[in-house]
Nanobody, 126 residues
Framework: QVQLVESGGGLVQAGDSLRLSCAASGDKLSMYVMGWFRQAPGKEREFVAAINWNGENTYYADSVQGRFTVSRDNDKNTVYLHMNSLKPEDTAVYYC???????????????????WGQGTQVSVSS
């Protein structure tokens, strides 16, 4: 069973960049499909990005396409979310999540992921 810990959040200004990290322990991250989700106050948790086990396939929400990049380093057991051109509407708690097998058709659905981190706050001021 894998444990996930996010880091890298903070308070930034609109237009700035941040890199979130999700460090895994307890299992080899290469065995997992990994996703990033976010939840703003009063809103449901929403899909941000996902990456398959070897990084060859990535998926993005329309709202972050072209600004965010998901990547992974399986040797370091870590997944990253590079966020550029941040907007105030990107403000949320960001979570990484993983599971061993997730069909491509449902990779954007949070209930497909069994393992979750505790989240890291990202706040973007205008």
């Amino acid at each position: 069973q894998v444990q996930l810990v996010e880091s890298g959040g903070g308070l930034v200004q609109a237009g700035d960049s941040l890199r979130l990290s999700c460090a895994a322990s307890g299992d080899k991250l290469s065995m997992y499909v990994m996703g990033w989700f976010r939840q703003a106050p009063g809103k449901e948790r929403e899909f941000v990005a996902a990456i398959n086990w070897n990084g060859e396939n990535t998926y993005y929400a329309d709202s972050v396409q072209g600004r965010f990049t998901v990547s992974r380093d399986n040797d370091k057991n870590t997944v990253y979310l590079h966020m550029n051109s941040l907007k105030p509407e990107d403000t949320a708690v960001y979570y990484c999540a993983g599971d061993r097998v997730i069909p491509k058709a449902t990779i954007r659905q949070p209930n497909e992921y069994y393992y979750w981190g505790q989240g890291t706050q990202v706040s973007v001021s205008s």
